[in-house]
């Protein structure tokens, strides 16, 4: 079975970094690529960014380039998303999710981390 | 950046037809993915390639496509479809994709 788990939810200062993580199981991990969702409180869905795990090629919405980094390590089935310096703005669920071979779609979603940013 | 547009809402009686369109300039060469998300829960695919239904959805889910626009088509409405919809695309270089700006469907 096809499962992602991700890291509990954080509660951090703006100025902070963190690094919420995203483990597959199921599958064979460094052969899809795996994508990270921002959904700020009662908004919409944004795509930030995909990450081939094999290799770390990665692909970012420009609006998020710049402002965070994803990773990966393929020798523990992970994927990783960070921020070096938070903001209020960045208080979120964020969700990774696989994406379908050859297509554009998420087939597999982890269960959201909610990352809380407050002075 | 790319855009994928929207109705913020869409109200539709049980049994009746609900249409969510998703207007997009890249739309005639990129292909469209629907989800619908649950109230904390995480979203799940109900079209793929702009009308393909994967296994486990429902019949009454389709999709259409139609220039730069496509069209997520619930037919019977239940109780059980409220819910909010995206759509998801690329841009025009398929560079990266993005998610429409979303439809909360009511069920009357």
């Known amino acids: 079975e096809v499962q992602l788990v991700q890291s509990g939810p954080e509660v951090k200062k703006p100025g902070e970094s963190l690094k919420i993580s995203c483990k597959g199981s199921g599958y064979r991990f460094s052969i899809y690529w795996i994508g990270w969702v921002r959904q700020m409180p009662g908004k919409g869905l944004e795509w930030m960014g995909i990450?081939?795990?094999?290799?770390?090629?990665?692909r970012y919405s420009p609006s998020f380039q710049g402002q965070v980094t994803i990773s990966a390590d393929k020798s523990i089935s992970t994927a990783y998303l960070q921020w070096s310096s938070l903001k209020a703005s960045d208080t979120a669920m964020y969700y990774c999710?696989?994406?379908?071979?050859?297509?554009?779609?998420?087939?597999?979603w982890g269960q959201g981390t909610l990352a809380t940013v407050s002075s | 950046s790319y855009e994928l547009t929207q109705p913020p809402s869409v109200s539709v009686s049980p049994g009746q037809t609900a249409r969510i369109t998703c207007s997009g300039d890249?739309?005639?060469?990129?292909?469209a993915y629907w989800y619908q998300q649950k109230p904390g829960q995480a979203p799940v695919l109900v079209i793929y390639k702009d009308r393909e239904r994967p296994s486990g959805i429902p019949e009454r889910f389709s999709g259409s496509s139609s220039g730069t626009t496509v069209t997520l088509t619930i037919s019977g409405v239940q109780a059980e479809d409220e819910a909010d919809y995206y759509c998801?695309?690329?841009?025009?270089?398929?560079?990266?994709?993005?998610f429409g700006t979303g439809t909360k469907v009511t069920v009357l």
């Open positions: 990450i081939y795990p094999a290799d770390s090629d990665t």
């Open positions: 999710a696989r994406l379908a071979t050859n297509v554009g779609y998420f087939d597999y």
């Open positions: 998801q695309s690329a841009d025009s270089s398929a560079t990266y994709y993005v």
């Open positions: 890249a739309l005639p060469n990129q292909r």
